[in-house]
């Protein structure tokens, strides 16, 4: 295949590590505008991400604390933070179209070929259900990575769908015809 794509959104644990590794203090990580932005916010590690003893964290989730869980999808970094990640992990973030096949594309024959058939969601055309996708806050927030099989897209990805957000290195810029309500 032409790419390579993580099968699970990146971790709160994948994302400890980086910074205890000094992610955030190294400058070959960084573009320069994500380096200005790290400087100017004098960014240590994730906005809602608080100290709790050497190598710990907590989360601030809503007007709580609690332990981070390691196993749910770091959430509220911003694409300056995904890059230098990916940069540290030895990946890259992928491109829209490359998400887009990941998410609804599906083999075609044996050699590797993409259908040119969209699927309606990442596990085909039936409809959504709890048993598919965090959808609607129904998790009350994020759910772990390994949750939701039935929702694996044809690739094996998984939620491709809810649960967050996902950056891409394609500039983000409205679909065709989108318009905001």
């Known amino acids: 295949y032409p790419f390579q794509i993580a099968r699970a959104p990146v971790t709160n644990a994948e994302f400890a590590a980086f910074v205890a590794d000094d992610g955030y203090q190294r400058r070959d990580l960084w573009r320069d505008v994500g380096w200005d932005w790290k400087?100017?916010?004098?960014?240590?590690?994730?906005?809602?991400?608080?100290?709790?003893?050497?190598?710990?964290?907590?989360?601030?989730?809503?007007?709580?604390?609690?332990?981070?869980?390691?196993?749910?999808p770091v959430i509220h970094v911003n694409w300056?933070?995904?890059?230098?990640?990916?940069?540290?992990?030895?990946?890259?973030?992928?491109?829209?179209?490359?998400?887009?096949?990941?998410?609804?594309?599906?083999?075609?024959?044996?050699?590797?070929?993409?259908?040119?058939?969209?699927?309606?969601?990442?596990?085909?055309?039936?409809?959504?259900?709890?048993?598919?996708?965090?959808?609607?806050?129904r998790a009350l927030g994020t759910a772990d990575v390994g949750a939701y099989t039935d929702g694996d897209s044809a690739w094996g990805c998984r939620q491709m769908l809810g649960n967050v957000w996902e950056w891409t290195a394609t500039q983000f810029d409205p679909y065709p015809g989108f318009k905001a309500d």
Do not use: T
């Open 80 to 137: 300056y933070e995904a890059h230098a990640f990916c940069r540290w992990a030895g990946r890259r973030l992928p491109s829209e179209l490359e998400w887009e096949v990941a998410a609804a594309g599906s083999p075609a024959g044996g050699g590797g070929e993409i259908s040119a058939i969209k699927r309606r969601y990442p596990w085909g055309d039936a409809p959504e259900s709890a048993s598919r996708a965090n959808l609607d806050g």
């Open 39 to 72: 400087m100017e916010m004098d960014a240590l590690h994730p906005v809602y991400w608080v100290p709790d003893g050497p190598g710990k964290w907590q989360l601030r989730h809503f007007d709580q604390r609690i332990d981070l869980p390691l196993h749910k």
